[in-house]
C-alpha cells in the first residue's frame, strides 16, 4: 500500500492511502494546512488543537454548503428533466393530432377527387 509524507501545520505526517491516491490525499493535505493557515492569520496562535478544531468546522461547514447546492442542482435537473419528459408527451400528442388532421385532408381531398371525375356510364 503506498504511503505519502504530509505537512500539516509544520507537522510531518506519514499516511497510508490506495494505490494512484497518492497525489489526491496531498493536496487534501494541502488544503487543510491552508485552510489552519488562514485560522492562524485570523486568530493569532491560539493553540495547535483550537485552530485543527476550526479548520475542521471551516472545512465541514464548506461540504455542508457543497452538498445543499447539489442537492439544489439535483433538484433542478429533475424537475427540468421532467418539463422535457411533458415537453415530449406534449409534442407526440401534437404531432399524432397533425396525422389525424392530415388524414382527414386527404380523405376529403380523394372525395373532391372523385366528385370531379365524370362517371363512364356503359
Request: aromatic content about 4%.
Amino acid at each position: 500500500m503506498p504511503q505519502v509524507n504530509v505537512m500539516i501545520a509544520g507537522k510531518a505526517y506519514r499516511m497510508a492511502c490506495g494505490e494512484g491516491e497518492e497525489a489526491h490525499l496531498e493536496g487534501l493535505a494541502q488544503y487543510y494546512d491552508e485552510k489552519i493557515g488562514e485560522m492562524r492569520q485570523a486568530f493569532g496562535e491560539i493553540g495547535d488543537m483550537r485552530l485543527h478544531v476550526m479548520a475542521a468546522l471551516m472545512v465541514a461547514d464548506e461540504v455542508h454548503e457543497l452538498k445543499q447546492r447539489l442537492a439544489k442542482l439535483e433538484s433542478d435537473l429533475a424537475a427540468t428533466q421532467g418539463d422535457a419528459g411533458a415537453a415530449d408527451q406534449r409534442l407526440s400528442e401534437v404531432e399524432d393530432r397533425a396525422a389525424e388532421a392530415l388524414v382527414a385532408a386527404a380523405e376529403r381531398i380523394e372525395g373532391v377527387a372523385k366528385s370531379l371525375i365524370p362517371t363512364v356510364v356503359g
